[in-house]
């Protein structure tokens, strides 16, 4: 359990999950250029309906990290970001893949050290 200061991913969130989907619908979606890989369905989505219910899924939906984790290195991703405060995910991911590694980013300063790592790690791949 990530000690966090809302009730996020559980069945609490479920009010909320219900004024997302309400905003939501007005909201255009495009399928995304790349593959985007959601972790409360360890699957992607291109379908802007879906993408739409997976976002509110979420919000009530337990995380599946250790799975995203392991579909990400099975299909080949070793380097990630873990964009906000805190490196709790940071630690998580070399615990589930021993190659894999999540690049703090939680300022200017480490935006700057993880795009130096991740185009060190482009250069010896």
Excluded at 7 to 26: T, V
Excluded at 41 to 61: E, F, K, M, W
Excluded at 107 to 116: F, H, I, K, M, R
Aim: hydrophobic share 45%; net charge positive.
């Amino acid at each position: 359990v990530l000690p966090v200061s809302v009730p996020s991913h559980c069945a609490l969130m479920r009010p909320a999950a219900e004024r997302l989907a309400e905003r939501l619908a007005g909201v255009a979606i495009a399928a995304p250029q790349v593959p985007v890989l959601h972790n409360v369905s360890v699957d992607t989505a291109t379908d802007p309906g879906a993408i739409r219910d997976l976002l509110v899924r979420q919000l009530h939906s337990p995380v599946r990290w250790v799975e995203t984790v392991r579909r990400l290195a099975a299909e080949g991703t070793r380097l990630a970001c873990e964009a906000g405060p805190g490196k709790v995910l940071s630690g998580l991911g070399k615990r589930i893949v021993a190659d894999f590694t999540t690049l703090p980013v939680y300022d200017p300063a480490t935006l700057e050290s993880s795009l130096n790592s991740a185009r060190e790690a482009m250069r010896h791949a």
